[in-house]
């Protein structure tokens, strides 16, 4: 079974662009989950879809945000980007069990 | 609020010196703990779910444990390949958010 796998890996950009990044989940995972991860806060948890819905969202501005697909695939996109949100994205997919599966991750650099 | 707290942050090792890697959680109804692996660069790989006080699960050196406030995973003679950092997460019962500790940076020397 293919794991989850998130496109592009790497990105840079510059203050103030907006970046859109995706994620295809465990063939019959419905959940997803986007994290962001930086050396200081750790893995912090942004929002998950389930079934094309949003079930919860973390403590993040409204310039993150998300979408899920009928096929489960999502994305989540950062308008206005700051510097501060130079992280690597995670994405995490969960079937029937609550566990979860990570994809590789997308390293955002912003300048 | 829960949360997750893990120690030491770093750990080092000889090759083969066990040793046990701490999270404790404060949860409002556990319904999952959870421990991940993660090495430079990548995302995390999912080890063990422990669901309730008393409950061990093994996979090779590591051995998971769980009571009402903390789990351990113990390393029984650590190789450098065990060198990662190591996740723990807890999931309360009423809410599908995962909260996950800092890490714990295990670094095994040959």
């Known amino acids: 079974k293919a794991g989850v796998t998130q496109t592009p890996r790497y990105l840079i950009k510059t203050r103030g662009q907006q970046v859109t990044l995706s994620c295809s989940p465990i063939?019959?995972?419905?959940?997803v989950s986007w994290y962001q991860q930086t050396p200081g806060q750790g893995l912090q948890f942004l929002f998950e879809?389930?079934?094309?819905?949003?079930?919860n969202k973390g403590n993040f501005p409204g310039r993150f945000s998300g979408r899920q697909f009928s096929n489960s695939r999502s994305e989540m996109n950062v308008s206005t980007l700051e510097l501060g949100d130079s992280a690597l994205y995670l994405c995490?997919?969960?079937?029937?069990?609550?566990?979860?599966?990570f994809g590789p991750g997308t390293r955002l650099t912003v300048l | 609020e829960d949360q997750v707290t893990q120690s030491p942050e770093a750990l080092r090792l000889q090759e083969g010196e066990s040793s046990s890697l701490n999270c404790s959680y404060t949860v409002s109804g556990l319904r999952g703990l959870f421990w991940y692996r993660q090495d430079p660069g990548k995302g995390p790989e999912f080890l063990f779910t422990l669901y309730s006080a008393g409950e061990e699960k093994e996979k090779e050196r590591l051995k998971a444990t769980l009571t009402k406030k903390e789990s351990f995973l113990h390393i029984t003679a650590p190789k450098p390949e065990d060198s990662a950092t190591y996740l723990c997460a807890v999931q309360a019962w009423g809410d599908d958010k995962i909260i996950f500790g800092k890490g714990t940076r295990l670094h095994i020397l040959p």
């Open positions: 995490a997919s969960s079937g029937d069990s609550n566990e979860q599966f």
């Open positions: 063939s019959g995972h419905r959940s």
């Open positions: 879809y389930f079934s094309e819905t949003q079930r």
